[in-house]
């Protein structure tokens, strides 16, 4: 549906701005737009580069061990089905780490690791497991304490306080972290008892 939304809504801008006169101020935007593109893709290839290369830091050392241990009763709490899968774990507990540290698209790999180990466990591989799905959940409500990427947005646009969006996206995110899992949970819950 989006590949049929997305180039209805470009030609009939297109159109419109003919229709109206303005192609100069059209061509004028498409440049414009590709070179703020060119600048906040540099910005956040920065950004992105230095959380990644922390975080394969904090993989080859025993950094991640320790946090592992500190998530370790939010893990098992979240996910009672892998309590016994070290590796699954640890990389749940990365990818959460890197959403919490708000590297969305860092935590993107991490995520992919995690949900591949997950695979491996599922008895069904046609259909997602409890664990996938809260996964899943948890990555989409994506609980943050620092939006790095957001705050690097309004950084390459010249915000005067880029940082000053902490407090509403830590209501924001806890708030969605705790009504997705909740209703997870419930959801999951009710699926055992019907079986």
């Known amino acids: 549906m989006l590949n049929i939304l997305w180039p209805a809504f470009l030609l009939i801008s297109f159109l419109y ?3 109206r006169g303005n ?3 059209i061509n004028q935007s498409i440049f414009e737009s590709a070179k ?3 600048e906040l893709t540099i910005t956040f ?6 959380w990644n290369g922390i975080m394969k830091i904090a993989q080859e050392t025993s950094f991640t061990q320790k946090l592992t241990k500190i998530l370790k009763p939010a893990v098992d709490f979240l996910f009672p089905e892998i309590k016994h899968n070290e590796k699954a774990k640890e990389e749940i507990s990365m990818n959460m780490i890197a959403n919490i540290l708000g590297l969305g698209n860092a935590a993107t790999p991490l995520g992919l690791k995690a949900m591949k180990t997950l695979q491996k ?3 069904k591989k046609d259909t997602v497991s409890n664990s996938m799905a809260m996964f899943i959940v948890i990555n989409t409500a994506s609980l943050q304490l620092i939006p790095t990427t957001v705050i690097a947005i ?6 005067s306080n880029p940082t000053q969006i902490i407090f509403p996206v830590w209501g924001a995110t806890i708030a969605a972290f705790i009504t997705a899992v909740s209703a ?7 699926s055992k008892r019907k079986k």
Do not use: P, Y
Request: with cysteine.
């Open 17 to 19: 701005g003919i229709l």
């Open 23 to 25: 192609v100069d101020d």
């Open 36 to 38: 703020n593109a060119v």
């Open 45 to 50: 290839f920065g950004t992105l580069c230095l």
């Open 121 to 123: 466990e599922n008895q």
């Open 154 to 159: 309004r950084a390459s646009l010249a915000s």
């Open 184 to 190: 997870t949970k419930l959801c999951i819950a009710i």
